[in-house]
C-alpha cells in the first residue's frame, strides 16, 4: 500500500469522523434489497397480527381418535377401525371433512408416482429398485383398503377418494363451535421399507425369520382446515410432508404376544403385557424418590429378545395407549426389541426417555441411545419451551430418521462383527438428536410440513446441530457451518429454488440443503453474525412460546424474531429465503493515508526522500555510471541560484509558520495533529447479491491484530460497492475480510489485501508404462485370479 499525506484542515472534526462512510457516487443505482418486506408478506389481521403472535380470532380445529387396530404378522398387513370426533373451532360452516389417506402413496397410479421423472445412464446403470419401482407396487396391491366409513348412528355416509384424500359428505354441516362423530375401517398392506424408501413399514430379517415394523401415515386423519389455506388437502407426493391438528388418541393395538410395542403417548396397561420381572426393571429405570436414574435400566435384555425371536407366539396381546394433545400417532412392535429407558429430569419436570432396538444395533445402540434422547430433551428444552409430553422414544429399525410425537425411527447400524466407523457413530448421534428434536418442530410447533418444509426442517437441523456440539465439541455439526452451504450456494442458480417454495416443488437432489442445511446455517449466522447470541435466542424462544401447539406461517417466523429482537431482518429473510443469490464480498483495493503533522522538519524531510525516489530513474542511474560529463557541469556560467537551492531546507519562515499554526490549536486539536494517525480508504464489493455484515481482521506490523465489525446496513445506499474508511494507531500490513467464515462467503480468494496466494494440491504420481500398470488387477487377472488351481501339474 502507498501512504498518502493528507493535509489536516478544520480539525475540529472529531476523530470519529474518520469511521464514517465514505460518499458515494451520485449515480449510484436502485437499492431494492433493504427493501421492506410488507408487499411481500401477507397481510396483518385478527387470526395472525403484524406483530408475528396469533391474533384474538386465530382458531385450530381439533380431531380426537379411538383406534382399534390389529397387527398381522403373518401377512404384514394392518386391520383398523377408528371412531373419530371433529370439533369445528372456526367460524365457518363445514358441509364435508377432508382425510388423509397416506398409505395411498403407494399405488402406482397416483400422481404422486406418475408425475415422477427418469432416466438410464449407459455408463453409470440403473438400480433394480429404480426400473421395478412402479411394478413392485402394483403386485404389491399397496394403499388403504375403506371398508366402511359411518357417522355415530352407525349409518353409511357418502365419501370420495381422490388418490391420496378422502372427503366424507356430512349429513348436516358441522356449525362453528360445533362437533361431528363418524367411523371408519380399513386395512392395508404393510409396506417392505427397504424396497420402497418408505418412512414407515417393516424389515425382515432372514437369518431369524422375524420383521421389526415401524408403523405411520397409517390411519385416516383428518387434514388440517385453518385461517390460511381452509382445507389443506394439496396430495402426498412423497417429499412434502404432513399437516396436521392436534386431538386426544387412545390405541388398542392387538399383536403377537411375543412382541413389544413402543407408541406415541404412555401405555395404560403394563401389568397385562410385560413380565413382573420387566415390570420390576420398569419401576427402577424411575430413580428413587426424587431423584433420577444416572444410567438407562434395560427393560426388556437382549437375551430376553434372543429368546423371543427363537419362539413362536402362542397368542395375542392388546397394547393400550394414551396421548393428549398430539398431531400425530405411530408405533413399533417386534419380538426382536431390547428395551432400556431412563427418567431424566427435564425443566423440573420427570420424562422417560426410553429406545427400543435389536440385537443388530449394538453395542452402539445400548451405549448411546437414551442417554442421546435424554440430551436432546434438556437441549431443546433451554432453548424453546419445557417439553411438555410423558414420554420420548427412539427406536432403531428399517427406516433412516423419521419423527412423529413421543416416538422417532432411526437408522445407523454397526457391522455384524459390532464394529462400526467414525461416521456411523456420528450419524447415530446425528440422527437422534435430530429425529428427537422434531418433538419440538414440528410436533409443538406445528407447522405447515405439506408447504413449507423449511419451518420444521431448517428449525430442527439449526437446534440439532447446537446439542450435537453440546454433546461433543468435536463434533462435526456440518449442518450450521456457514462452509457447508458454500457449494451449493455455489452452484448455477438455474439448478436452485428459494427456501420460500412450495415442499413439493423442491428439486430431490438439492432438498436436503434447501429444506434442511441452508435454512439451519442461515439461522445460524443470524444468531453469530447479524443478531449477537443473546437478541436471537430470545427472539427464537418467544417464537417457540407463541406458537406452541399452534400452526404458525413463515411470516409469523419472520415477524416474530423481529418484533421480539427490534432488528430489521427484512434484508436478510429477502435474500437468504426468497432468492437463490449468494453470498460474496470483495475486498477490492485499500488505500493507506496519513494527515501531515505540519512540522517542516519532519514533512520536507518525507518531500526529500520521496523525491529522490520518484526522480532515481533508471535512465539516471545508467548515466551516473558513465565517465560523460553534463553541459552544465563542464560549465559553471550555466548554473544560477536555483542550481543550488534546496527546496527542501527547513527555512526560518517554515519554522515559523509552524508554530503560529500550533498556537492557533487547541489542546485536542494538537493531539490530533501530532498522534500520527493511519487512515485506510477500503474499497468492497457484494459480487453475489445478499447484503451481509463486513467483517474485517487487521494483522498489524507490530505482529498483533484486531477485528472490527459492520453491520449490513452498511451496504444499504449502495448494495454493490461501498468504501469505507478505518482510523488506526498502528500500521496494517494485512487485511481480511470474513476472517471466521462466518458468511457463507462463496469465494474467500478476493478476501485479502494484498491478495494472498491460495495453494492448490495436486497428486503426483509415478507414470505408468505403457500398456500396463494400471491400479488394481485388469480383467485378465482377474479371470486369473478366480480361476481353480490346476491340479498335479508338477510346478512349486
Keep these: 500500500m502507498q501512504k498518502i499525506i493528507l493535509l489536516l484542515s478544520g480539525l475540529a472534526i472529531p476523530l470519529w469522523y474518520a469511521q464514517a462512510q465514505a460518499p458515494q457516487p451520485s449515480t449510484q443505482r436502485a437499492n431494492t434489497r433493504f427493501e421492506q418486506l410488507g408487499p411481500i408478506l401477507p397481510t396483518p389481521n385478527t387470526f395472525r397480527t403484524a406483530s408475528g403472535a396469533p391474533g384474538k380470532d386465530y382458531f385450530q380445529n381439533r380431531a380426537d381418535y379411538d383406534i382399534k387396530a390389529t397387527l398381522d404378522d403373518t401377512k404384514q398387513k394392518l386391520t383398523g377401525s377408528e371412531t373419530i370426533t371433529y370439533h369445528n373451532n372456526s367460524g365457518d360452516v363445514l358441509p364435508y371433512v377432508w382425510l388423509q389417506l397416506d398409505q395411498n402413496t403407494f399405488r402406482a397410479d397416483v400422481d404422486g408416482r406418475t408425475s415422477q421423472t427418469s432416466s438410464i445412464n449407459a455408463e453409470q446403470g440403473a438400480s433394480i429398485q429404480q426400473l421395478t419401482a412402479n411394478t413392485t407396487l402394483a403386485a404389491k396391491d399397496y394403499g388403504d383398503k375403506i371398508t366402511s366409513v359411518r357417522d355415530q348412528a352407525g349409518k353409511p355416509l357418502k365419501y370420495t377418494i381422490n388418490q391420496t384424500m378422502m372427503r366424507i359428505d356430512l349429513p348436516q354441516p358441522v356449525g362453528p363451535g360445533k362437533s361431528v362423530v363418524f367411523s371408519v375401517d380399513w386395512n392395508f398392506n404393510i409396506v417392505d421399507v427397504r424396497s420402497t424408501g418408505a418412512r414407515g413399514g417393516y424389515e425382515f430379517f432372514p437369518k431369524d425369520g422375524n420383521y421389526i415394523y415401524e408403523i405411520a401415515q397409517w390411519f385416516p386423519r383428518l387434514c388440517a382446515y385453518s385461517d390460511v389455506t381452509g382445507w389443506q388437502n394439496k396430495q402426498f407426493y412423497g417429499q412434502g410432508e404432513f399437516t396436521l391438528i392436534f386431538g386426544n388418541y387412545k390405541l388398542a393395538l392387538t399383536v403377537p404376544n411375543d412382541h413389544i410395542v413402543g407408541a406415541t403417548g404412555e401405555l395404560q396397561n403394563p401389568t397385562q403385557v410385560l413380565t413382573p420381572t420387566q415390570i420390576k426393571r420398569w419401576n427402577e429405570a424411575k430413580g428413587k424418590g426424587d431423584k433420577p436414574g444416572e444410567n438407562p435400566v434395560v427393560i426388556v435384555t437382549q437375551a430376553e429378545a434372543e429368546a423371543a425371536e427363537k419362539g413362536k407366539p402362542t397368542g395375542t396381546k392388546t397394547w393400550i395407549y394414551k396421548a393428549d394433545n398430539v398431531r400425530d400417532f405411530s408405533f413399533a412392535s417386534s419380538r426382536k426389541f431390547i428395551w432400556d429407558a431412563l427418567q431424566p429430569n427435564v425443566e423440573g419436570k420427570r420424562v422417560w426417555a426410553m429406545s427400543l432396538y435389536p440385537k443388530e444395533g449394538n453395542p452402539l445402540w445400548g451405549q448411546y441411545s437414551t442417554r442421546l434422547v435424554a440430551h436432546t430433551l434438556l437441549s431443546y428444552s433451554r432453548r424453546t419451551i419445557a417439553y411438555p409430553y410423558p414420554v420420548a422414544y427412539s427406536v432403531h429399525g428399517p427406516v433412516g430418521g423419521m419423527e412423529y410425537p413421543m416416538i ?337 462467503d462463496i469465494n474467500t480468494e478476493d478476501n485479502s489485501f494484498p491478495p494472498v496466494a491460495q495453494p492448490t494440491r495436486f497428486q503426483l504420481f509415478k507414470q505408468q508404462q505403457r500398456g500396463g500398470g494400471a491400479a488394481g488387477p485388469n480383467p485378465m487377472q482377474q479371470q486369473r485370479q478366480t480361476a481353480p488351481a490346476k491340479q498335479g501339474t508338477g510346478r512349486n
Excluded at 423 to 447: A, D, Q, R, W, Y
Excluded at 664 to 677: C, N, V
Aim: charged fraction near 25%; hydrophobic fraction near 35%; include cysteine.
Design 408 to 744: 422417532s425411527f432411526n437408522g445407523a447400524r454397526p457391522e455384524a462383527d459390532g464394529t462400526y466407523s467414525v461416521g456411523t457413530k456420528n450419524g447415530l448421534i446425528g440422527v437422534i438428536i435430530h429425529e428427537v428434536g422434531h418433538n419440538f418442530f414440528p410436533m409443538i410447533v406445528n407447522s405447515d410440513e405439506r408447504q413449507w418444509s423449511w419451518m420444521d426442517e431448517g428449525l430442527n437441523s439449526f437446534l440439532e446441530g447446537l446439542a450435537c456440539l453440546e454433546w461433543d465439541a468435536n463434533y462435526p455439526a456440518r449442518g450450521i457451518d456457514p462452509q457447508s452451504i458454500v457449494p451449493y450456494m455455489r452452484m448455477d442458480s438455474s439448478l436452485q429454488v428459494p427456501i420460500m417454495s412450495s415442499s413439493d416443488n423442491i428439486p430431490r437432489n438439492t432438498f436436503g440443503p434447501n429444506a434442511y442445511s441452508k435454512p439451519a446455517t442461515g439461522l445460524n449466522i443470524l444468531r453469530e453474525t447479524i443478531m449477537g447470541r443473546e437478541l436471537f435466542d430470545y427472539a427464537f424462544k418467544e417464537y417457540a412460546r407463541r406458537w406452541a401447539f399452534k400452526t404458525p406461517e413463515p411470516a409469523d417466523f419472520f415477524r416474530t424474531m423481529e418484533d421480539a429482537s427490534g432488528v430489521d431482518l427484512d434484508f436478510f429473510w429477502k435474500g437468504w429465503f426468497y432468492s437463490v443469490q449468494p453470498v460474496d464480498q470483495s475486498l477490492v483495493k485499500v488505500e493507506w493515508f496519513q494527515a501531515s503533522s505540519q512540522n517542516p522538519d519532519i514533512t520536507k524531510a518525507e518531500a526529500r526522500t520521496a523525491a529522490q525516489k520518484r526522480l532515481n530513474t533508471i535512465s539516471k542511474q545508467r548515466d551516473a555510471l558513465s565517465k560523460d560529463e553534463t553541459v552544465v557541469a563542464q560549465d559553471s556560467t550555466m548554473r544560477d541560484f536555483y542550481n543550488q537551492y534546496d527546496p527542501y531546507a527547513v527555512t526560518e519562515a517554515d519554522k515559523k509558520k509552524y508554530q503560529d499554526y500550533l498556537a492557533s490549536l487547541t489542546a485536542e486539536e494538537r493531539l490530533l495533529a501530532e498522534a500520527g494517525t493511519n487512515f485506510y480508504t477500503l474499497s468492497l464489493k457484494n459480487k453475489g447479491g445478499i447484503p451481509m455484515p463486513v467483517i474485517l481482521r487487521m494483522e498489524f506490523e507490530d505482529g498483533t491484530d484486531s477485528v472490527a465489525r459492520f453491520p449490513a446496513e452498511i451496504w444499504r445506499f449502495n448494495d454493490v460497492s461501498i468504501r469505507k474508511v478505518i482510523a488506526t494507531s498502528k500500521k496494517v500490513k494485512q487485511w481480511t475480510l470474513d476472517p471466521y467464515y462466518e458468511i457463507a
